[in-house]
Nanobody, 120 residues
Framework: VQLQASGGGLVQPGGSLRLSCTASGRFYNIPAFSWYRQVPGIRREWVATMVSGGASNYADSVKGRFTISRDNAKNTGYLQMNSLNTDDTGVYFC???????????????WGQGTQVTVSS
């Protein structure tokens, strides 16, 4: 299983970015997509999770500004980030919870990280 994340970049405060994360390889299903972010010297922070049924949860710091979604047909998860501020700067990582074989336990896979910089 491989993950390819993309969509980061430089944006001004108040701007928007959309991150994507695509899983490839052989697996049975993807019960959950999650996004985390990390600033140098600070512990990696959970941002949002969406499970296969469509339910989602968000960190309080991004609630109302970020939207997580997924396209099951494309094995891709997204993070739409609006009203960005400087506190959102960091490296964003996607984590997929994948079941490689039906009836077996899941395994977490991490993407390579994509830099988001919010600056004027």
């Amino acid at each position: 299983v491989q993950l390819q994340a993309s969509g980061g970049g430089l944006v001004q405060p108040g701007g928007s970015l959309r991150l994507s994360c695509t899983a490839s390889g052989r697996f049975y299903n993807i019960p959950a997509f999650s996004w985390y972010r990390q600033v140098p010297g600070i512990r990696r922070e959970w941002v949002a999770t969406m499970v296969s049924g469509g339910a989602s949860n968000y960190a309080d710091s991004v609630k109302g500004r970020f939207t997580i979604s997924r396209d099951n047909a494309k094995n891709t998860g997204y993070l739409q980030m609006n009203s960005l501020n400087t506190d959102d700067t960091g490296v964003y990582f996607c984590k997929t919870t994948i079941r490689t074989t039906a009836g077996r336990p899941t395994t977490d896979y991490w993407g390579q990280g994509t830099q988001v910089t919010v600056s004027s």
